[in-house]
Nanobody, 126 residues
Framework: QVQLVESGGGSVQAGGSLRLSCAAS????????MGWFRKGPGKAREFVAAISRRGSETQYADFVKGRFTVSRENAKNTVSLQMNSLDVEDSAVYYCAAKLSFTNQATNDPARYNYWGQGTQITVSS
């Protein structure tokens, strides 16, 4: 079956960096656009970043532009999220998701994603 497993979460001080990874199995990874979403305490789930199946197109939420970078390695079935200049407001559970894609487009719509990981916690302290 399809599995998406996030790793790299943890605690960091404001201004620090973390790199999340998501390892996919049970699917043809290069056929899927990938996305990162997050859910903070008392908040709704929100889009963070997405990357097209070939990696040539990316999308970012306005609040992360210039701080976060999404990338993927299709040969390794992994997608990563490099997070710099972290703020307390970035504290959340981060999820990766996979969307079967017939075009090379990224998407920020969670309803269009087919599979989700279990999430990894990021805690940023001041």
């Amino acid at each position: 079956q399809v599995q998406l497993v996030e790793s790299g979460g943890g605690s960091v001080q404001a201004g620090g960096s973390l790199r999340l990874s998501c390892a996919a199995s049970g699917l043809t990874f290069s056929s899927y656009a990938m996305g990162w979403f997050r859910k903070g305490p008392g908040k709704a789930r929100e889009f963070v970043a997405a990357i097209s199946r070939r990696g040539s197109e990316t999308q970012y939420a306005d609040f992360v532009k210039g701080r976060f970078t999404v990338s993927r390695e299709n040969a390794k079935n992994t997608v990563s999220l490099q997070m710099n200049s972290l703020d307390v407001e970035d504290s959340a559970v981060y999820y990766c998701a996979a969307k079967l894609s017939f075009t090379n487009q990224a998407t920020n719509d969670p309803a269009r994603y087919n599979y989700w990981g279990q999430g990894t916690q990021i805690t940023v302290s001041s």
